[in-house]
């Protein structure tokens, strides 16, 4: 397994599902990691539980469409830790409906929290982690901004935006020993899925050539990989998890 000891993480979106799971992956891996998200309560359990296991990890709360806040919050971590070495931009939202009947605020709120948001958290770390001449930033995007899909036209627009800004900083930044990659989930098994009827399961499955759905540990092991030393050559690029979905 990949080795991030000593290694100063923030993960966004922490407090849940995939957010979660990478957030523990990489303690286990050695680094130390700084869990975000908007309910306090949620990374807070997340914390203790990460350094009772013998990892170590802290939390802050923050809405990182805020950017003042986000931007704040990073440079603080990069301060109190001398570094930054991993940004994840795992947040993310959903406000569904068909373009004809979206309203702004649906746009809106979909965009500043998953395009938005990424851009003020890289811009905040890129600073710290030039001065160090090395960083990892992975952004968690979805294949929905590769293909797009009806009735999520925000969402689809939001995920494919930060596959554009994410190639587009990582040349950004590539002499500077900074990486900036994506991972573009498939069907990911969560807590709302499983209130799907098996019906629509079903539906979905016969689209996916490997015949199940992912898991929360299924991302994070990718994000591990990206954010390892072994990943140092790969910069610009949007690694699909999901089964052989986009393939079809």
Known sequence: MFNLFNKIAIVTGASRGIGKVIAQVFANAGAHVVCVA?????IASLTDEINSNGGSASYQSCDISDGDSFSSLISSVAKKNGRLDILVNNAGVTQDNLLMTMNDNQWDSVLNINLKGAFHG????IRPMMKNR????INITSIVGLTGNAGQANYAASKAGLIGLSKSVAKEVATRGITVNCIAPGWIGTDMTDELSDDIKEQFLSRIPANRMGSPED???AALFLASDEASYITGQ??????GRVIN
């Open 38 to 42: 908007r309910s306090e309560d949620a």
């Open 219 to 221: 991302i994070a092991h």
């Open 238 to 243: 949007t690694i699909t998890v999901d089964g």
């Open 122 to 125: 890289m811009k905040a770390a």
């Open 134 to 137: 090395n960083g990892r930033i």
